[in-house]
């Protein structure tokens, strides 16, 4: 008879297993290198052998895709509820769609994709995407003020330097292409120069574009994206905090951690209490003394 219960186990001390993480680890790396040989239009010779390798990663994926949903015994809906397992179940599932066959694009965009499937598997690679994903919202907030500026600092260029330098600030586009460029500081020796031979005033148009483009907005996605790397940090903390056997609403990991501050206070309050008894002897003997 089937035991549903047993195969749960089974699959999930294969998923926890150090051994199951390295094999699909090595699987992908496979998987990348088995792209780039693809490249190479010489080993055409190669390419049914390089076919029967595609199915053989196509196999060991989708065996890991069930033992992984298997490991959820009763309840496989609940792996969906895990985004990384989702992103996995799609880039596997999505070679088999109908009409995805032979060299197409599409197919080997999705066979990329795989490679991104590395992420899962480091806590530092997921921290880092975690942290874009959440600093999405104050990148949009800088982008908008970036294009404020630049398009400001276009329209400027384009009066200052349009009817001299076309191919530079002859349109609000090559203007803002300009601009963009000198956010590198590469081009910034040589449109000084240019901008001197007009006029001395344009050293301000450049050195207040330097200041506020190159350090003061460069350094404000910088921050936000650097508070988002600490928010998906302290998130990937939380989540990693062990299971909660007593069933009291709060993770092990926490109750330690709770326990251990309370002993800790109530250490600093008997160190506290030591201090003022041995006041109030000291005192109390010096009355003792003057009363004698």
């Not at 780039?36 to 239009?41: F, I, N, R, S």
Request: glycine share 6%; net charge negative; proline share 3%.
């Amino acid at each position: 008879m089937f035991d549903l219960t047993r195969v749960a186990r089974r699959c999930s001390r294969i998923v926890d297993s150090r051994a199951f993480e390295v094999t699909i680890v090595v699987m992908i790396g496979a998987n990348a290198v088995l792209l780039c040989v693809e490249t190479y239009d010489h080993l055409v010779e190669s390419m049914p052998y390089l076919h029967w390798l595609e199915w053989f990663f196509r196999a060991v994926f989708v065996t890991e895709i069930v033992i992984r949903i298997l490991a959820y015994g009763r309840r496989p809906q609940d792996f969906f509820k895990h985004g990384w397992n989702v992103f996995d179940f799609v880039v596997i599932a999505a070679v088999f769609i109908p009409g995805l066959h032979g060299d197409s694009a599409a197919l080997r965009v999705i066979r990329m994709a795989r490679v991104v499937r590395l992420v899962r598997f480091s806590p530092g690679l997921r921290t880092i995407v975690t942290a874009l994903l959440r600093s999405l919202p104050g990148v949009g907030g800088f982008l908008a003020l970036a294009l404020v500026t630049f398009y400001v600092y276009g329209m400027a260029g384009w009066l200052l330097f349009g009817d001299a330098y076309p191919d530079d600030y002859g349109t609000i586009g090559r203007a803002v292409l300009t601009l963009f460029v000198l956010l590198s500081l590469e081009t910034l020796p040589d449109l000084i120069q240019q901008g001197l031979e007009l006029s001395p005033w344009t050293l301000v148009y450049y050195i207040s574009y330097v200041l506020i483009t190159v350090n003061l907005l460069l350094n404000i996605l910088i921050a936000v994206i650097v508070n988002s790397m600490e928010e998906a940090r302290r998130l990937e903390m939380t989540e990693s905090l062990g299971t909660d056997e007593d069933q009291d609403g709060v993770p092990d990991d926490i109750d330690r951690i709770l326990v251990s501050q309370r002993l800790d206070d109530l250490r600093t309050m008997i160190t506290e209490l030591e201090r003022d008894l041995r006041i109030d002897r000291r005192s109390s003997t010096g009355s003792r003394f003057k009363d004698l």
